[in-house]
């Protein structure tokens, strides 16, 4: 191999492999431009999720006529002059390979003005050539156009993701940077149809209203900035702000991604950081749930490197620990403010859960408790074998194995059934083991055709973000064949006429909003996984939840029910649905043998 010098446009190309990734960071590139220069308001329009056209036209300073050409080369910034200026970063910008790398891997256009030109400047540029020039009428600010994108890049082309998912990066792209500047007024198009615009009124609170619908907004807390506190020597500690908004912990999501961090008016990416949110929720929230965070971190230029990545989304902070301990206080703080009024750690989930197809359907409620000596039927041979087996409290790996008949004793906690079976005590976990009935009742009753639906006779709404309303649309095919009946309300909000049977005891719009959280955190890949994913949502909302408190006869129906399921033992999710202590473990525990 020789070694030689890349050609100008290769190397182009590579470098704006670092900068732009896919469409949304065109939008995230030309955003920050429009903010950099102090717009008030942002128009961005989309077509084909951004692989036809990102357009984003804003009214800010503009760009002179004679120094438009200057803007398109690497490495051409008017943010940035000395290298002392590279520790006091105030822009978004600085690099000045934004404008550079998007020319090189797409055909664009910008038309830009100064406020006090008598004309504006038109620019074509191809593979980073230009290829027109003109002076035209325009008004003062400026309009970029990228079209086919990455036309030239092929490899790049065939790792982009759907024209959904782009769409969706997009949406939650500019959502959140329209909760950061509320002052500027945003508006997005996909198609020519407008899916997200705010007032620029300056209000977090309104935006918030437009992001995340009126339901999600309503259980989001102020973070509010804490009082400075003086530092070991008296003076000022590092003074770092730390203000926004979390989640009630009773609004919770399956994954960290909502999670959003801003430092100095910059979204960041910051692992450390996002546990400190999660920790200052410490025991309010469910095992394996996270919260949703917007938070601000407000520091001295000087204290936060910003140049650490091409894409700006990674920072160093000078002192870390400061940092962590700043947004972990102004968390627990909101959640303090608001959380004794519900007493700590206990978050009931919600309103009482829907029993659905659940009834007892054998006449076991007069079995008298006291009994002990009924003899256990047992129901074929295979279910002869003992679920025992290893020393402790474990359950049997074979899958088709199914439980002995159980005779309910009573329930701990308003959240476990106990139960006496033939070979010792059974502890049984009812909100699981009802997610596993419903499961099994839902698959046997639909078999490959509708799900049973039960029609609202009030229909419910759900107001949803633009990219959960893209991510319904996408789906709504497969909802309506599990029995939801959906129709669109207005931009990003659905009437739900009809829900599957088994919720009609259930909040339609919660159960909605639930299913819509799980696609939201992982849309499979597969039509058959997604629907699975729904219905196993749909299940666990309609099941009974720990704090319910059963009667004996609904809880000796659900034993009964559970001793009929293909695959007892665990839940949809794959968790326990009981704890089996076999009489030779007991007599153990006792030193009885
Ligand atoms: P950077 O933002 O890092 O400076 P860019 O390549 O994104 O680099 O932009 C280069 C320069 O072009 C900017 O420094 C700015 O002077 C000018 N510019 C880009 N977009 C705009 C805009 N929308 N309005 C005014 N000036 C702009
Ligand atoms: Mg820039």
Redesign the pocket.
Known sequence: MTIHVLSDQLASQIAAGEVVERPSSVVK?LTE??I??GATTITIDIRGGGRELIQVA?N????GADEIET?FLRH????LSSADDLWAIRTL????????AISAVSRLTIVSRVRDASAGVRLVLEDGKIVAREMVGAPAG?VIAVENLFYNVPARLKFLKSVTTEKRLIDEFVTRYALAYPAIRFRLSHDGRVTFQTAGSGATADVLLAAYGPDTARQLMEVATLPREPGPSGGDRRAIDVHGFVSDPALTWAGRNHIQLFVNGRMIRDTRLTFAVIQAYHTLLPVGRFPMAILFIDLPPEEVDVNVHPTKVEVRFRDEGAAFGAVQRAVRASLMETAPARGLGSWSPGPSGGWGAFRPSGDYSDTPSAQLDIPWQLRGPEQERSIEGAPSASLSEAPEHRLPIMRVIGQVGAAYIIAEGPDGLYLIDQHAAHERILYEQFLAQRQGQQAASQGLVASATVYLSPSQTRLVEEQLPLLASLGFEIESFGPNAFSIRAVPAILTRSDPAGALAAVVADLENETPPLKSETEALVIKRVCKTAAVKAGQSLTREEMEAMILQLEACEVPHTCPHGRPTLIHLSAALLARQFGRT
Not at 60 to 63: D, E, L, Q, T, W
Not at 76 to 79: G, H, I, N, P, R
Not at 93 to 100: I, N, V
């Open positions: 590139e431009n429009a950099d220069a804003d800010g300073v503009g760009i803007a051409a910034t008017s943010k910008g600085f690099r000045g390979e934004a404008l550079a400026t």
